[in-house]
C-alpha cells in the first residue's frame, strides 16, 4: 500500500469509513460532513459530523512538512509523539485532554473527541473571557504530567528509555532556532510591526539579554527533567466555563519542566499587554487584566500544591528524601518558568510565529503600542529570572510593564 495522500473534504470521510470508524458517527460517508481546520501552522485537522445524529470527530494528519509553511519539512512519526503524551496525560490527567478514538502509525493519523464545546483560550481571551477554573486545570495538568515522567517518579532505567525514544530531534530543531536563536540578531524569518524597530535595535544590541536566553537554549537542549508539551501556548487550550483541554502536543520530548510552565505564563502576559489595544474602555481593561494577573499566580499555586502531593505519595522516597532539596526544586522552576516565559514572548513579537492577540489589531500604530508593552515586560522577566522567589513578583513585573512607543 502507498503512503497516504494529504487528506482533503471527501477522502476523509472515506478513510474513515474504510478504517472500520463509521460507527463513531453514525450512518455512513453520505451522512457526514467535513470541513478543513485552518487555525493551526503544521498539520492537516478536519471536523467530521453526522448532522442528523448528532455526533462529530477531530481528524489530524501529519504530513512531511508544515501545511503552511511547505518549506518547513518535518518528520511524520511527530503525530506517534503526539499520541503518546495523549496516552500518558490520559493516564495522569484525564480531564484535561481529548479522549482518542483511533492512530495509524502508517498513515500518520489520528482521530479523536471533537472539543466543539470549547473554545480556543487564544482567540476568547482577546474578546475578555474569563474561564474561572482554567488556573485549577492547568495547574494540575502540568503538575501531574510533569512529575509522573520525571526522575522523581519514574525508575532511572524507564526514564531514560522513554527519553530516548521520544527524541524528536527534528521539531526541537525548530523550536531552538525560532524561540532561542532568531528573535535576537537579524534574521529573514524575523518580522514585527515597523515602530518597533529601535526596540528591536535595542534587543539585537544587547548582549546581556542574548547571554541569558542563550543559558536558557542550553538548559532547553541539554535537561531531560520531563516530558513536556513543548508548545503550551493559549492556542494549544480549549475551554469553556466548566472543562478545560491541552491539544496539540506533537512538540513533545523530554526537556525542562519550565519550559511547559513559561510558555503558559507567558502567553498570559502576552494577552495582558494584547489586551491594551482590544478594550478601550479603561476599567473594563482593567478588571479583565486584574484576572489574568490573579490566573497566572493560581495556576502556579495549584501547580505547586499538586507537584509537591504528587512528590510526598509518590515519589522515589529513598532517593530524594530532602525537604530542603523540595523547596529549591520548586524556586528553580519557578525561575526557569520567568525566564522560559520571556524567551516566548519575544519570539512571538518579533520572531517568525507571531500570535492573533496582536496581528488581529488592525492599526498598526495601536499594534505596536501593545506589543512594546509585551516586550518590557518579557525584558522585565528575563533580567530578573533568576531572583525570583514567588509567583506574585511575576505578576507585579506584568503590571509594573509600560508602554514604549
Same mark, same amino acid.
Given at each position: 500500500?502507498?503512503?497516504?495522500?494529504?487528506?482533503?473534504?471527501?477522502? /476523509?470521510?472515506?478513510?474513515?469509513?474504510?478504517?472500520?470508524?463509521?460507527?463513531?458517527?453514525?450512518?455512513?460517508?453520505?451522512?457526514?460532513?467535513?470541513?478543513?481546520?485552518?487555525?493551526?501552522? /503544521?498539520?492537516?485537522?478536519?471536523?467530521?459530523?453526522?448532522?442528523?445524529?448528532?455526533?462529530?470527530?477531530? /481528524?489530524? *494528519?501529519?504530513?512531511?512538512?508544515?501545511?503552511?509553511?511547505?518549506?518547513?519539512?518535518?518528520?511524520?512519526?511527530?503525530?506517534?509523539?503526539?499520541?503518546?503524551?495523549?496516552?500518558?496525560?490520559?493516564?495522569?490527567?484525564?480531564?484535561?485532554?481529548?479522549?482518542?478514538?483511533?492512530?495509524?502509525?502508517?498513515?500518520? /493519523?489520528?482521530?479523536?473527541?471533537?472539543?466543539?464545546?470549547?473554545?480556543?483560550?487564544?482567540?476568547?481571551?482577546?474578546?475578555?473571557?474569563?474561564?474561572?477554573?482554567?488556573?485549577?486545570?492547568?495547574?494540575?495538568?502540568?503538575?501531574?504530567?510533569?512529575?509522573?515522567?520525571?526522575?522523581?517518579?519514574?525508575?532511572?532505567?524507564?526514564?531514560?528509555?522513554? $527519553?530516548?525514544?521520544?527524541?524528536?530531534?527534528?521539531?526541537?530543531?525548530? *523550536?531552538?532556532?525560532?524561540?532561542?536563536?532568531?528573535?535576537?540578531?537579524?534574521?529573514?524569518?524575523?518580522?514585527?510591526?515597523?515602530?518597533?524597530?529601535?526596540?528591536?535595535?535595542?534587543?539585537?544590541?544587547?548582549?546581556?539579554?542574548?547571554?541569558?536566553?542563550?543559558?536558557?537554549?542550553?538548559?532547553?537542549? #541539554? *535537561?531531560?527533567?520531563?516530558?513536556?508539551?513543548?508548545?503550551?501556548?493559549?492556542?494549544?487550550?480549549?475551554?469553556?466555563?466548566?472543562?478545560?483541554?491541552?491539544?496539540?502536543?506533537?512538540?513533545?520530548?523530554?526537556?525542562?519542566?519550565?519550559?511547559?510552565?513559561? #510558555?503558559?505564563?507567558?502567553?498570559?502576559?502576552? $494577552?495582558?499587554?494584547?489586551?491594551?489595544?482590544? $478594550?478601550?474602555?479603561?476599567?473594563?481593561?482593567?478588571?479583565?487584566?486584574?484576572?489574568?494577573?490573579?490566573?497566572?499566580?493560581?495556576?502556579?499555586?495549584?501547580?505547586?500544591?499538586?507537584?509537591?502531593?504528587?512528590?510526598?505519595?509518590?515519589?522515589?522516597?529513598?532517593?530524594?528524601?530532602?525537604?530542603?532539596?523540595?523547596?529549591?526544586?520548586?524556586?528553580?522552576?519557578?525561575?526557569?518558568?520567568?525566564?522560559?516565559?520571556?524567551?516566548?514572548?519575544?519570539?512571538?513579537?518579533?520572531?517568525?510565529?507571531?500570535?492573533?492577540?496582536?496581528?488581529?489589531?488592525?492599526?498598526?500604530?495601536?499594534?505596536?503600542?501593545?506589543?512594546?508593552?509585551?516586550?518590557?515586560?518579557?525584558?522585565?522577566?528575563?533580567?530578573?529570572?533568576?531572583?525570583?522567589?514567588?509567583?506574585?513578583?511575576?505578576?507585579?513585573?506584568?503590571?509594573?510593564?509600560?508602554?514604549?512607543?
Amino acid at each position: 500500500m502507498g503512503e497516504l495522500a494529504a487528506l482533503n473534504e471527501t477522502t /476523509v470521510k472515506d478513510y474513515l469509513a474504510q478504517k472500520g470508524l463509521a460507527g463513531l458517527l453514525g450512518g455512513g460517508p453520505g451522512d457526514w460532513a467535513a470541513e478543513p481546520i485552518t487555525d493551526g501552522n /503544521v498539520n492537516l485537522l478536519f471536523r467530521v459530523k453526522n448532522p442528523a445524529a448528532g455526533r462529530s470527530l477531530i /481528524v489530524k *494528519q501529519a504530513l512531511g512538512y508544515a501545511w503552511r509553511y511547505p518549506d518547513f519539512k518535518m518528520p511524520k512519526d511527530r503525530l506517534a509523539i503526539e499520541h503518546e503524551v495523549l496516552r500518558v496525560a490520559g493516564e495522569f490527567a484525564p480531564e484535561q485532554v481529548p479522549e482518542v478514538y483511533f492512530f495509524s502509525p502508517e498513515d500518520a /493519523v489520528l482521530v479523536m473527541e471533537d472539543l466543539n464545546r470549547h473554545r480556543e483560550m487564544r482567540a476568547a481571551l482577546r474578546e475578555g473571557v474569563r474561564f474561572p477554573r482554567a488556573a485549577e486545570h492547568l495547574g494540575r495538568y502540568m503538575a501531574r504530567t510533569l512529575f509522573y515522567t520525571s526522575d522523581l517518579y519514574l525508575p532511572s532505567g524507564e526514564k531514560k528509555e522513554r $527519553a530516548a525514544r521520544l527524541v524528536n530531534p527534528v521539531l526541537r530543531k525548530v *523550536q531552538e532556532d525560532l524561540v532561542f536563536t532568531q528573535p535576537f540578531a537579524r534574521h529573514p524569518n524575523n518580522r514585527y510591526s515597523k515602530p518597533l524597530e529601535p526596540l528591536v535595535r535595542e534587543i539585537y544590541a544587547d548582549d546581556a539579554l542574548r547571554a541569558e536566553v542563550l543559558e536558557l537554549k542550553e538548559r532547553y537542549m #541539554t *535537561q531531560a527533567q520531563a516530558l513536556i508539551h513543548n508548545d503550551l501556548h493559549t492556542g494549544s487550550i480549549l475551554a469553556n466555563a466548566e472543562e478545560t483541554k491541552v491539544v496539540d502536543p506533537e512538540f513533545a520530548f523530554f526537556g525542562p519542566m519550565g519550559h511547559d510552565l513559561g #510558555t503558559y505564563l507567558g502567553n498570559l502576559a502576552l $494577552a495582558y499587554a494584547a489586551y491594551e489595544a482590544h $478594550a478601550p474602555d479603561e476599567e473594563e481593561k482593567r478588571a479583565f487584566r486584574d484576572w489574568i494577573l490573579e490566573s497566572l499566580t493560581e495556576t502556579w499555586r495549584v501547580f505547586e500544591r499538586e507537584f509537591l502531593a504528587a512528590w510526598e505519595r509518590d515519589a522515589q522516597h529513598a532517593e530524594w528524601a530532602s525537604d530542603r532539596y523540595r523547596e529549591r526544586y520548586l524556586k528553580r522552576l519557578l525561575q526557569d518558568a520567568a525566564g522560559f516565559g520571556a524567551a516566548e514572548m519575544f519570539r512571538r513579537l518579533i520572531g517568525m510565529a507571531h500570535v492573533s492577540d496582536f496581528w488581529s489589531i488592525e492599526d498598526e500604530a495601536e499594534r505596536a503600542a501593545a506589543e512594546s508593552l509585551g516586550l518590557d515586560i518579557a525584558r522585565a522577566w528575563i533580567s530578573s529570572w533568576r531572583a525570583l522567589e514567588r509567583p506574585e513578583e511575576l505578576a507585579a513585573l506584568v503590571r509594573a510593564g509600560r508602554v514604549l512607543l
